[in-house]
C-alpha cells in the first residue's frame, strides 16, 4: 500500500485501512519506506496506547538476529508487532513460538498447503526446507517488539547468508502465491491475534505442543551452534521454556540459544 509521501510519517501510518478482518483490539501503520520497522517501532513504542502493527513496502537498514543485515525490497514483508510486556522477559519471549505458529497458519491461509511449511527452532519458518521467513524479539523497557520478514517475492542470495545457513526461498517463487505486503498482514495479524489469546489465557502448553507439530527435524539429528561452542545430538522436545532439548553421547542437553544447522 502507498502512502502520500507529503504526509508526516506518522500520520501515513495512522491513515492506513485496515480490512474487515482484522483483529479488534490491535492497531496499525503501514510506511512506505522506513530505516527498520524494529527501529520504528522503538521509537513509537512509549506513545502506543495498546498492541500495534508497523509495516513498511520498504526498509533500508533492516538487521536481524545478533545484527546481521535483513534484505528487504518492496514486496516482501516487513513487520513488527508493539506490545506491552506484563510477563518477565523470559516468559513473554515464548511469543517467539506464538509468532511462528501464526506465521505458518498465515501462509496456509493464503497457500492452502498445509505440508510445505514447517517450523525450525527457534524462530525460523521453512517452505519445502529453504528459509521464507524468520521474527527477531527485542525487549524495550516495558515493551516487547516482535519482528518478522517475510520472503514474499524476493530472497536474499545464496551469496549474502552464512555458510551451511539453509538456502532461502520466496512464496512467489516455491507455490506461485502472490501477495501483497498488506495482505499478508491481514492475515498474519488475525491468526497472531487467535494465538495470543489462547497463550494468555491458557499459556504456553498448547503453543507448544501446536509447535512441536510442526517442528523441522522433530527426531533427527540436528547442530546447535553459538559463538562458542556447538551442540549435536538428536532433537527431541522443546522444554516448558521454549529450550531445545538434545539427546547427546553425554545425555540430554537444553540449549538456551542458538543458530541450528542441519
Do not use: C
Amino acid at each position: 500500500m502507498s502512502t502520500d509521501p507529503e504526509l508526516p510519517r506518522a500520520v501515513q501510518g495512522q491513515q492506513a485501512s485496515q480490512s474487515g478482518n482484522w483483529p479488534s483490539g490491535y492497531a496499525r501503520r503501514v510506511y512506505d519506506s522506513v530505516d527498520s520497522t524494529l527501529s520504528e517501532a522503538m521509537r513509537l513504542a512509549p506513545t502506543l496506547g495498546g498492541p500495534t502493527w508497523i509495516l513498511a513496502e520498504e526498509q533500508t537498514a533492516a538487521r536481524g538476529r545478533r545484527g546481521r543485515a535483513w534484505s528487504t525490497p518492496r514486496g516482501n514483508f516487513a513487520g513488527t508487532l508493539i506490545m506491552q510486556r506484563r510477563e518477565d522477559p523470559g516468559y513473554a519471549a515464548l511469543r517467539s513460538f506464538v509468532a511462528s505458529l501464526a506465521l505458518y497458519r498465515a501462509f496456509v491461509a493464503v497457500s492452502g498447503q498445509p505440508d510445505a511449511f514447517m517450523l525450525k527452532w527457534p524462530n525460523d519458518v521453512l517452505l519445502h526446507g529453504g528459509k521464507v521467513a524468520g521474527i527477531l524479539l527485542e525487549s524495550v523497557g516495558p515493551h516487547l517488539l516482535i519482528g518478522i520478514g517475510v520472503n514474499l517475492a524476493h530472497a536474499p542470495s545464496v551469496a549474502a547468508i552464512e555458510p551451511q545457513a539453509l538456502a532461502p526461498v520466496t512464496l512467489s517463487g516455491a507455490l506461485d502465491v502472490a501477495i501483497t505486503p498488506t495482505g499478508f498482514l491481514d492475515a498474519l495479524a488475525a491468526e497472531y491475534a487467535r494465538l495470543e489469546h489462547q497463550f494468555v489465557t491458557f499459556g504456553f502448553l498448547p503453543i507448544r505442543k501446536a509447535w512441536l507439530a510442526r517442528a523441522a527435524k522433530l527426531g533427527e539429528v540436528i547442530t546447535a551452534r553459538t559463538m562458542r561452542s556447538e551442540t549435536v545430538g538428536v532433537f527431541e522436545d522443546v522444554d516448558d521454556t521454549g529450550n531445545l532439548i538434545l539427546k547427546t553421547a553425554q545425555g540430554r542437553v537444553a540449549v538456551t540459544a542458538a543458530d541450528v544447522f542441519f
